[in-house]
Every structure is written in structure tokens, then in C-alpha cells.
């Protein structure tokens, strides 16, 4: 099975979304929408944007 993105409503009514990676564990989740197309249009943001990502490590950082 390849990794999906799931999209449901939460007890609000609100739409959100789930990255699940291929063994099912879930990697990433969206914010709250206020319409299925808006939560779309997030996937679809974070389809474009994550291929591109700068990777921060923050690991490093002064304590």
C-alpha cells in the first residue's frame, strides 16, 4: 500500500486531513477547514511545498 492522504470531519464538523505513510502510521495532519475544498486545497499545498522543503535542524540549537 502506498502512503494517503485521509480526509474526515472531526466532532466540530470541521474538515481535516491525515498523510498516513504506506504502513499505516500517520506522518503529518492538516489543520481544521471550514470546507472540503479548503482541506483539498491544503493537501494540495502540502503535495507541492514538501518536495521543496527546507530541512531545519534544529537539533543543534543552543540549550
Avoid: H, P, W
Avoid at 17 to 22: I, Q
Avoid at 31 to 45: H, L, R, T, V
Amino acid at each position: 500500500m502506498a502512503a494517503k492522504f485521509e480526509m474526515y470531519k472531526d466532532k466540530s464538523g470541521k474538515f481535516r486531513f491525515r498523510l498516513k505513510a504506506a504502513n499505516g502510521e500517520i506522518v503529518a495532519v492538516g489543520e481544521a477547514y471550514e470546507s472540503k475544498a479548503a482541506c483539498k486545497n491544503g493537501i494540495e499545498s502540502v503535495k507541492k511545498n514538501a518536495s521543496v522543503a527546507e530541512i531545519v535542524d534544529q537539533t543543534m540549537a543552543a540549550v
